[in-house]
């Protein structure tokens, strides 16, 4: 210590004299000067005086540093948010937009909601009255003479085999004994039915996905002219394949029904905690996932059939309890908390789901308003005179959604918990019916009415007056269909010929030609991602050309239903 203060006393007097020998320097009269050292002389002398400064400057700024100075000028400190406007701008536009979330979301699960439900009750209310008008046309036009060449038109046989497909299923049904399966259920452990609930919903996913073109199988084949060369296994081997798909799919979500009515009887709720959190691991699946418009279209989709499908579900689980406690109002009001307890976590996941994923995509709450024009259209296309689907098919096509089998279970459970004696409860029963007749027309002429202020909002009126996508029967010629377009030149079109596929009802096309059949623009979905952008060979063989996915919500149909498979 004492030698470093010894060092910088001793450094203080050479700057003293060196500071003296300047100033002599300095005044010295102009004949005591060397010559030619004047201006050396004078620029020594400025670089010390800033070496000076500067070591007095340093001294200053070391005493300056203290804890004090420091606290003071983070507290003082500043900054300006409009350096970087849109930045911010572009953050709070994401905030507004998971803020108008829910209710986009909300308005397009209603509206799909209400269409699911028309569909459903189309099953109990219409197709019943055609199936018997259908029967009554083919009974009577042999005593009349026949006045074409078809008995029925393809609508009243593909509703002729709807009937048909639902009497043998429900007589099958009887066989099969839902207390003994509530019973099995019920004796297992709860981890263990947690499993069989997973399994048996990827399964619902699986039999959706392969069940409607069963059935469309089923009705084009029924209805397949008959000048053209046959191509299929015969209408007897479809029609028992889609009698077992449909009991299949009854017998599953009956599964389904069973383990959650197990949910709600047991005693500590933990089985019914545990599939409820199932939701909840569905938002870790799908929000860090890339997420184009279309995917997220066909996710909506999903999540309207699956709702949808839960009330009925949670409806057949009131009706069984209600059975077992002889109606007693007093127990409705003990399962009305869990009821809506798995209302609102379906809500709830819905809802943070769709809001996180369109915030880390950018993709816009107003797309949800264009996913309701594409519903819409679909039900104002299906009401035009060239109408080539039902609506309830276009609406399984779209959604996943296949009323056939939930139909079928939820007429299976209310004849088992009803008993209908007397005559007073046939009277009951026809009211009922009358009423379910009036809720399925008022249903269909509001959600008509929407569907065409949805469709001109969106400005998708002149697609109704178009002309089907023409389709290839088989792959193979599908390929060979695209590279054909791929050599014409530009200016040619390739919607020519489309109009000769349009079935005109009642009226009758002879002939078909192999790439006039009549779809629907839904039937063209996507399969894999691998498919959304295709790789064609050029003449040559050796060029590849690359085609641009599909962006038209139209032809988004329900993506193999089975789960959201993103690139």
């Known amino acids: 210590m004492a030698d470093s203060v010894a060092a910088g006393l001793g450094d203080e007097k050479e700057a003293e004299n060196e500071e003296k020998e300047r100033e002599k320097r300095t005044f010295r009269g102009p004949g005591q000067a060397e010559k030619g050292s004047g201006t050396s002389e004078q620029t020594e002398t400025l670089g010390f005086y800033e070496r000076k400064a500067k070591k007095q400057d340093s001294k200053r700024s070391l005493s300056d540093l203290s804890l004090v100075r420091f606290v003071s000028a983070e507290l003082t400190r500043g900054y300006f948010l409009e350096h970087n406007e849109a930045k911010y701008t572009e953050r709070r536009e994401r905030v507004y937009t998971c803020l108008r979330i829910p209710k986009e ?57 709807k009937g048909f497909i639902m009497v043998l299923c429900y007589s099958m049904m009887h066989y099969v004994d ?56 015969g209408v007897i081997p479809h029609f028992f394949m889609a009698v077992l798909y449909v009991f299949l799919h009854a017998i599953l979500i009956m599964v389904q029904a069973t383990t959650l009515n197990v949910a709600f ?14 939701n909840f691991v569905e938002i870790k699946g799908s929000v860090f996932k890339k997420f184009e418009k279309n995917n ?57 789901k769709h809001a996180f994923i369109t915030k880390f995509n950018d993709i816009p709450a107003d797309v949800y308003g264009e996913y309701r024009a594409s519903l819409a259209f679909d039900l104002v296309s299906s009401r035009q005179k060239n109408a080539y689907t039902d609506y309830s098919d276009s609406v399984s096509r779209r959604m996943g959604f296949i009323p056939l089998p939930l139909a079928l279970l939820l007429i299976r459970v209310v004849t088992s918990s009803v008993k209908i004696q007397g005559a007073l409860a046939f009277v009951c029963v026809v009211l009922f019916y009358l009423g379910m007749i009036t809720l399925k027309v008022l249903n269909s002429i509001v959600l ?29 010629s599908s390929r060979a269909h695209r590279t054909k377009y791929t050599r014409e030149p530009a200016g040619e079109s390739a919607d020519e010929g489309v109009s000769a596929s349009i079935i005109t009802q009642p009226s009758h096309q002879p002939e078909y030609t192999a790439s006039n059949l009549p779809t ?8 894999t991602p691998d498919e959304s952008e295709e790789k064609i060979l050029s003449q040559d063989g050796t060029e590849l050309i690359h085609r641009a996915p599909k962006k038209d919500l139209l032809e988004i149909d329900r993506f193999t239903i089975c789960g959201n498979r993103i690139d």
Request: glycine share 2%.
């Open 178 to 233: 839902y207390s003994m399966m509530y019973h099995l259920i019920r004796g297992q452990s709860v981890i263990k039915l947690y499993i069989i609930y997973n399994m048996l919903e990827v399964a619902d996913r699986l039999f959706s996905s392969f069940g409607q073109d069963i059935l469309d199988a089923l009705y084009w084949t029924a209805t397949e002219p008959k000048e053209r060369k046959r191509a299929h296994i």
């Open 265 to 278: 009887n047991s005693h500590n709720k933990s089985l019914l905690t545990i599939m409820m959190s199932n």
């Open 448 to 476: 008509l009415g929407k569907s065409c202020v949805y469709v001109k909002e969106a400005n998708m009126e002149e697609k109704l007056f178009q002309s089907p996508p023409s389709a290839a029967p088989s792959r193979a």
């Open 105 to 161: 979301l909300e308005k397009l699960m209603v509206f799909g909601f209400f269409l699911c439900l028309d569909a459903f009750l189309y099953v109990f209310t219409l197709l019943p009255l055609r199936v018997l008008l259908a029967l009554i046309r083919l009974l009577t036009l042999p005593c009349c003479g026949l006045s074409g060449s078809r008995l029925l038109q393809p609508a009243q046989v593909c509703d002729v085999l």
């Open 296 to 352: 997220l279209f066909q996710m909506s989709n999903s999540d309207i059939k699956e709702r949808f499908t839960n009330y009925v579900l949670l409806l057949i689980v009131c009706l069984r309890n209600m059975e077992q406690f002889s109606w007693n109002p007093d127990h409705l009001w003990v399962l009305f908390p869990d009821v809506c307890m798995v209302i609102a976590s379906e809500i709830a996941v819905d809802v943070v």
């Open 520 to 527: 629907s623009e839904s039937d063209q979905f996507l399969t």
